[in-house]
């Protein structure tokens, strides 16, 4: 395991497509989190896991946003209806616990057409 | 509601100088957390530093350092004797809990010239 795994890399879609990307956390780590970069911009907090259980989630999770932790292993973030403006990049991290490190993956980035 | 401001957008130095990274945070909280993270541009982000508002000691981890102040609000960054490895986009963050909701600041572009 060397690390966070995001899928796919990139995605260009069509607006109005509905569009789901997936993160494999680190082996062991309880706490995932999904954060929003846009160009020139630093990363956005969405919403995190501790296990199975989504804790909190940011106003900027808009209804058309979803995220699951199933069995609290991997993760998805669904987005449905894409919009122009959900054109970004899309981070996911993990972490031990609270406060131990957190290992941010390389990213899915977004482009809606 | 919290704020982090890093004001300069890109810094560019040739290899061997030092650099600081400037960073100023906003937060009415007074347990606190602040971190920093570099991304190259493979993307990732890569942690540095955390920091929780009850230590004030700088910090050196080989040429990288940090200088917290309070009184100023103010954690600063600085790299000693660049080199072409450290060109990245670093960004200051800070949280109320641990690594929970991160609020990141806009970052900034450093580029080592040979």
């Known amino acids: 395991d060397t690390g966070v795994s995001q899928d796919p890399r990139h995605k260009i879609t069509k607006r109005g497509q509905n569009v789901t990307f997936r993160c494999d956390p680190i082996?062991?780590?309880?706490?995932l989190y999904w954060y929003r970069q846009t160009l020139g911009q630093g990363p956005e907090f969405l919403t995190y896991f501790q296990n199975e259980a989504q804790l909190e989630k940011s106003r900027l999770l808009s209804d058309r946003f979803s995220a699951e932790r199933p069995k609290g292993s991997f993760s998805t973030l669904e987005i449905q209806r894409t919009e122009q403006g959900d054109s970004a990049m899309y981070l996911c991290?993990?972490?031990?616990?609270?406060?131990?490190?957190?290992?941010f993956g390389q990213g899915t980035r977004l482009t809606v057409v | 509601a919290q704020k982090v401001t890093q004001a300069q957008t890109e810094i560019s130095v040739v290899e061997k100088e030092d650099v600081t990274l400037d960073c100023v945070y906003e937060t009415r909280d007074t347990t606190y957390y602040l971190f920093w993270y570099k991304q190259p541009p493979s993307g990732e982000l890569v942690f540095l530093i955390r920091?929780?508002?009850?230590?004030?000691q700088n910090e050196i981890s080989g040429r990288y350092s940090w200088n917290f102040q309070k009184s100023t609000s103010s954690f600063n960054f600085t790299i000693t004797a660049s080199q072409v490895v450290d060109s990245a986009v670093y960004f200051c963050?800070?949280?109320?809990?641990?690594?929970?909701?991160?609020?990141f600041g806009t970052g900034t572009r450093l580029t080592i010239i040979p």
């Open positions: 920091r929780n508002s009850f230590d004030e």
């Open positions: 082996s062991e780590h309880n706490r």
């Open positions: 963050a800070l949280s109320n809990f641990g690594n929970e909701k991160l609020t």
């Open positions: 991290a993990s972490s031990l616990g609270e406060y131990t490190e957190a290992f």
